[in-house]
């Protein structure tokens, strides 16, 4: 596609139910981020992909969260068991084709979570 | 860790203006440094890249600069127009870390 696609753009949720976020990169991408946005917050990064590797997961808050990213391209993002302390907007975001460092991002337009 | 900061947090000025929106960073050890956009309800847009060997990058009405050995940034917009109104986002790739480093932002309203 021609931009990071993200969906649902907006999810509401019972607290202690489980939520999958996806995000669709731009094609031949191989840097996938995701971000967490709370309100009047900064961005809190999530986790990383870079191609084969193994994917920098420091970001992630707790074991409920987690995140595939199938074939090297689509991801999901997963949390299980919601609270509310997890409203916010996920953003995603991809770069480059060969992962160079000077590469910029790219975001979606994000998915506003809200946890009831 | 690689702390990054936005100054000030909100901005209003007149149509027309010059103005300048600050960043800084802790470790000046990066590879590059970004800027955003975000406008309300939407994701970041990309404003201008710079890299650690680069000094400046222009695009039409914006400048950024980059002095990486006291650790700041600045965004330039000249002749600021209502629909510059938006969040402006910093952010900062450190070498070494695949992740970018993200600043709170500067809230900026372009009076008519």
């Known amino acids: 596609g021609a931009g990071v696609s993200q969906s649902p753009s907006n999810k509401v949720t019972e607290k202690g139910k489980d939520v999958e976020l996806r995000c669709d990169p731009i094609?031949?991408?191989?840097?996938l981020y995701w971000y967490r946005q709370s309100l009047g917050q900064g961005l809190e990064f999530l986790i990383y992909?870079?191609?084969?590797?193994?994917?920098?997961k420091s970001g992630l808050p707790s074991d409920r969260f987690s995140a595939e990213r199938t074939g090297g391209s689509v991801s999901t993002l997963t949390i299980q068991r919601t609270q509310q302390e997890d409203s916010a907007v996920y953003l995603c975001?991809?770069?480059?084709?060969?992962?160079?460092?000077?590469?910029?991002?790219?975001f979606g337009n994000g998915t506003r979570l809200t946890v009831t | 860790k690689q702390e990054v900061t936005q100054i000030p947090a909100a901005l209003s000025v007149p149509e027309g203006e010059n103005l300048v929106l600050n960043c800084s960073f802790t470790?000046?050890?990066?590879?590059?440094l970004q800027w955003f956009r975000q406008d309300p309800g939407k994701g970041l847009t990309s404003l201008l890249l710079i890299q650690s060997s680069q000094r400046e990058q222009t695009s039409g009405r914006l400048n950024a600069s980059l002095d990486k050995s006291s650790g700041r940034s600045t965004l330039y917009i000249a002749a600021s127009q209502p629909g510059d109104s938006a969040t402006y986002l910093c952010a900062v790739k450190k070498i070494g870390v695949g992740k970018f480093y993200f600043g709170s932002g500067t809230k900026l309203n372009v009076k008519p």
């Open positions: 975001a991809s770069s480059s084709p060969t992962g160079l460092d000077n590469s910029p991002l790219h």
């Open positions: 094609s031949g991408h191989t840097a």
């Open positions: 470790d000046s050890a990066i590879y590059n």
């Open positions: 992909f870079q191609g084969n590797s193994a994917p920098d």
